[in-house]
Each structure stands twice: as structure tokens, then as C-alpha cells.
């Protein structure tokens, strides 16, 4: 082998292919990403990406991590969560506003490698991974169930946002949000704590559950 066939040490190489795949599924979507096309936009031989990614799935599976960490690291870096006075809802809702709004194009290409594990199973444990993320995040300002429902609602507006070609209504993402981390009203129109039931003190003695009638 000569001096100017030795391959150069490339330590970068993998990541260029990710960031490679991921512009991909951004140009041509999920159907026009393989190994050549990959090859291509990152400027590599193909054996390059077959070397450090077998089979689509496992390339598709650190795009998805990749895209999936932004918004994560986003809520966790959020000084509402360190500050249990701040405006959670408001918090998040202005959060959901900056992803939708600052690059549509970037979650769409986001919600279309997370939406690939209806089919590609291999995908799901990554899906899995940024829920999991983001609810241990807001779990530091509530507690782990209600931090699912968070990350819930904020998915389902997403999907809606983007599906519909819709507007993003910042008020109303704080609406539903602070709705979860407050449920809903009792009878007489009073909000309870984050908990949902009134005090004692509140109804007069034995506490009744929300949405029971008087007696």
C-alpha cells in the first residue's frame, strides 16, 4: 500500500455521519436515508458508514439520540425547575414556543425520527429515553407521575402543532399545563394545592374528594 493510499485518521468521522444522517431525513425525510446517501452528504467512503453504523437502525438510532438530547437538556438547564416559586407552566410553555417556533424546520426533522419507532422497534428504547429524560427533569418540581403528564401534554401539543400546520398558542400550552400541575377546580370554582384535594380547614371539616357533590 502506498503513502497516499493510507487512509487518514479521521476521529470525527463517526459524528459527521450522524450530523450527515440527521440533514438527510431533513432534505428527503425518513424513506430517502441509506447508507450511500449518508456517505454522500458527509463526504466519506461508503464503507465508512457501514463500519460504524450495520444497519440504518443503528444509524437511525444516534440521530434520534442526538436530536432527542436539545430539548432535554433544554428543560433540565431551565432555572424554573431550581426555583420553586417560578412560574413551571409558564416556564414550559414558553419552552414549547422556542422549539416550535425558533426552527420548524428542526422539529419537524426532530418528530420525524422520534414518530420512526412505530416502525422501527430498534428506535423505541431512544423514544423512551427522552420521555424518561425530560420527566426525571421536571420531577425536581413535582412529583413523578404529574411530570409523565407534563411530558405528555407537551408531546400532544407538539404533534398537533406540527401535523396541522397549526399556530402555536403559547397561552393555552400554559392553560393545559398548569391544569395538570393544579387539576382541576372543586365545586364551588376554588383551586386545591398541587394535589388536587382542599384542606380540611377548606370544606369545612372531612375532605372531599374533587368533583363530589355537596351534601
Same mark, same amino acid.
Given at each position: 500500500?502506498?503513502?497516499?493510499?493510507?487512509?487518514?485518521?479521521?476521529?470525527?468521522?463517526?459524528?459527521?455521519?450522524?450530523?450527515?444522517?440527521?440533514?438527510?431525513?431533513?432534505?428527503?425525510?425518513?424513506?430517502?436515508?441509506?447508507?450511500?446517501?449518508?456517505?454522500?452528504?458527509?463526504?466519506?467512503?461508503?464503507?465508512?458508514?457501514?463500519?460504524?453504523?450495520?444497519?440504518?437502525?443503528? !444509524?437511525?438510532?444516534?440521530?434520534?439520540?442526538?436530536?432527542? @438530547?436539545?430539548?432535554?437538556?433544554?428543560?433540565?438547564?431551565?432555572?424554573? !425547575?431550581?426555583?420553586?416559586?417560578?412560574? !413551571?407552566?409558564?416556564?414550559?410553555?414558553?419552552?414549547?414556543?422556542?422549539?416550535?417556533?425558533?426552527?420548524?424546520?428542526?422539529?419537524?426533522?426532530?418528530?420525524? !425520527?422520534?414518530?420512526?419507532?412505530?416502525?422501527?422497534?430498534?428506535?423505541?428504547?431512544?423514544?423512551?429515553?427522552?420521555? @424518561?429524560?425530560?420527566?426525571?427533569?421536571?420531577?425536581?418540581?413535582?412529583?413523578?407521575?404529574?411530570?409523565?403528564?407534563?411530558?405528555?401534554?407537551?408531546?400532544?401539543?407538539?404533534?398537533?402543532?406540527?401535523?396541522?400546520?397549526?399556530?402555536?398558542?403559547?397561552?393555552?400550552?400554559? @392553560?393545559?399545563?398548569?391544569?395538570?400541575?393544579?387539576?382541576?377546580?372543586?365545586?364551588?370554582?376554588?383551586?386545591?394545592?398541587?394535589?388536587? @384535594?382542599?384542606?380540611?380547614?377548606?370544606?369545612?371539616?372531612?375532605?372531599?374528594?374533587?368533583?363530589?357533590?355537596?351534601?
Amino acid at each position: 500500500m502506498t503513502a497516499g493510499a493510507v487512509r487518514r485518521y479521521d476521529p470525527e468521522r463517526r459524528q459527521r455521519i450522524i450530523d450527515a444522517a440527521i440533514r438527510v431525513v431533513g432534505a428527503k425525510g425518513i424513506s430517502g436515508l441509506s447508507h450511500r446517501t449518508v456517505a454522500a452528504e458527509a463526504d466519506v467512503p461508503l464503507g465508512s458508514t457501514t463500519y460504524h453504523f450495520a444497519t440504518l437502525d443503528d !444509524l437511525l438510532v444516534a440521530a434520534l439520540r442526538q436530536a432527542n @438530547e436539545g430539548f432535554a437538556e433544554t428543560v433540565a438547564a431551565s432555572p424554573a !425547575l431550581a426555583d420553586p416559586e417560578a412560574d !413551571l407552566a409558564g416556564a414550559l410553555a414558553a419552552l414549547l414556543g422556542e422549539f416550535l417556533g425558533a426552527d420548524r424546520g428542526r422539529a419537524e426533522l426532530e418528530y420525524e !425520527l422520534y414518530l420512526a419507532a412505530l416502525r422501527r422497534p430498534a428506535l423505541r428504547p431512544v423514544a423512551a429515553e427522552w420521555c @424518561e429524560s425530560v420527566a426525571e427533569a421536571l420531577a425536581e418540581r413535582t412529583d413523578p407521575v404529574t411530570a409523565r403528564a407534563l411530558v405528555a401534554v407537551m408531546d400532544g401539543i407538539s404533534l398537533q402543532v406540527l401535523l396541522t400546520d397549526g399556530r402555536y398558542d403559547g397561552a393555552y400550552a400554559r @392553560e393545559v399545563l398548569d391544569r395538570v400541575l393544579r387539576p382541576a377546580a372543586d365545586p364551588t370554582g376554588d383551586r386545591g394545592p398541587a394535589g388536587g @384535594e382542599r384542606s380540611a380547614a377548606a370544606t369545612g371539616g372531612a375532605e372531599r374528594p374533587v368533583g363530589s357533590r355537596q351534601d
